[in-house]
């Protein structure tokens, strides 16, 4: 006659949480978590974070602004060789960017459309193009004569051949069916592009001020400033601003995404949810792109080193390096998994980032099939391929313009890889949403898959978990 109760809503007894100290008793149980209200946030949390972030643009923003006000950017000025570029190759150079922001532009919406609307094409031809990239890096890699390159790349399109067939295949209509969801939603609501956008210009004006606040610090200390500990506290700043953009964005889609799972979605709602991301959740955020913008750089301080062992023929130093930079690899693949489930529990139920993160815990060991629904998830490798296609076709457009216009080889090469980069990068950041949706939708199913079942708005993604490749 006893109640049975399921692990994931179990609570810890009463006694030991008022025990415990406040940050640990404020952690919850998945089926705690479901009995708090929905996307009605009511506390900052993680305020200190915030805080330590906005000083951190205060900083930089002051070194910028108290170089500029110095004059001490003047001496670059009148510095640089002005027969290294002429005018009309520099003003050639910038038509060819101008165009390859275009067509970047252009092929970040198509991807999208072609994910909405032929949602199964995107797949199979994302299945079939995988193996293929790495058979065509091979071949380039045997002309250019790196044999040992060569066979490295073809074991591998191998291996992806074998992963595909075996693998990814049986895999396709269900992606193709999540995939479509998130992209119907996503065209319900054009908001959220205007939020990428404004947030992804805010981004590109931090790193410009950033720029200018480390080379205004290098001159202002008259070269002093140029060592390794600078650099590095510098990198920090940088990849500490750039996360939080993208942690940003991310819980604006994730608030979209599970509104409308919960079928509380308004026409208000994307504002509503960047809003969100942006006040009473900012601390949170903060706190999580601290943690990974700082293995962000230890990653790259080790990389660094390795390469010193390498030109100075230290191999203590470059087994270090090696072994250091693939650890901190791991770690920051694993944060970042974690992150993303942690940020959108928060973006429904407005919690902590510990509190968020406790419940994650749980769900990977509670919630039935979630860990499933997350290993079967081939959306990245899908929008991998789009984003690599589309910085590649942005690449060749460039090319062909800039030779048009009878630009130097140099001039030319030089515009080949920053139109491979911004044709990537852009379709990157569409692509970020609609991984960030998926995530959102997996989230929710684990915590109340019966909203699924009531929402009939939610069709594809039914059709989604129906397969029982899942």
Request: hydrophobic fraction near 50%; charged fraction near 10%; glycine fraction near 8%.
């Amino acid at each position: 006659g006893r109640r049975q109760v399921h692990r994931g809503d179990r609570l810890p007894p009463a006694s030991l949480r008022t025990k415990l100290p406040r940050s640990m008793a404020a952690y919850m149980e998945p089926g705690e978590l479901r009995r708090k209200p929905k996307f009605q946030p009511e506390e900052y949390h993680d305020k200190g974070w915030a805080v330590v972030f906005i000083l951190n643009v205060v900083l930089v923003t002051g070194i910028c602004s108290y170089a500029w006000y110095t004059g001490t950017f003047a001496e670059l000025q009148r510095g640089g060789d002005a027969g290294s570029v002429s005018k009309a190759e520099y003003d050639a150079l910038l038509r060819v960017m101008g165009v390859s922001l275009g067509c970047a532009i252009v092929f970040a919406v198509v991807w999208l459309l072609l994910l909405q609307h032929a949602p199964l094409f995107v797949v199979e031809t994302a299945c079939r193009g995988l193996p293929v990239l790495f058979l065509i890096g091979a071949i380039a890699a045997f002309v250019f004569g790196s044999v040992l390159l060569g066979l490295l790349l073809l074991l591998l399109a191998a291996i992806m051949g074998c992963y595909v067939y075996y693998y990814l295949w049986q895999r396709r209509f269900a992606c193709a069916a999540l995939l479509e969801q998130v992209s119907r939603v996503f065209s319900k609501h054009p908001g959220m592009f205007v939020v990428a956008t404004v947030t992804l210009l805010v981004m590109c004006a931090w790193f410009v001020v950033w720029i200018f606040a480390l080379v205004g610090t290098v001159l202002m200390s008259g070269g002093a400033a140029a060592n390794p500990g600078v650099i590095i506290l510098f990198a920090l700043m940088l990849l500490w601003g750039f996360q939080v953009g993208i942690w940003v964005i991310h819980m604006t889609a994730a608030g979209l995404l599970s509104r409308f799972y919960f079928n509380e979605d308004t026409p208000n709602c994307v504002y509503e949810s960047a809003g969100h991301a942006c006040s009473y959740y900012f601390g949170s955020v903060c706190f999580g792109a601290f943690v990974i913008a700082l293995l962000q750089t230890l990653y790259a301080t080790a990389k660094f080193l390795e390469e010193q062992g390498r030109e100075d023929g230290n191999i203590v130093l470059q087994l270090a390096g090696c072994c250091c930079a693939c650890i901190i690899s791991q770690l920051e693949d694993v944060f970042r998994m974690y992150s993303t489930y942690a940020f959108n529990l928060i973006s429904v139920y407005s919690v902590s980032f510990a509190q968020a993160g406790h419940v994650v815990i749980e769900m990977c060991w509670t919630a039935a099939g979630f860990e499933a629904l997350v290993n079967n998830d081939m959306t990245g490798l899908v929008c991998f391929f789009g984003c690599f296609c589309a910085g590649l076709i942005n690449c060749l457009v460039v090319v062909f313009y800039a030779l048009s216009l009878g630009l130097a080889t140099q001039m030319v090469f030089v515009a080949a890889i920053l139109g491979f980069l911004v044709g990537y990068l852009l379709c990157s950041a569409a692509s970020s949403l609609v991984q960030s949706g998926c995530s959102a939708l997996f989230t929710c199913y684990a915590l109340d898959p019966q909203a699924c079942r009531n929402n009939a708005g939610m069709e594809k993604f039914q059709e989604c978990l129906s397969f029982k490749s899942w």
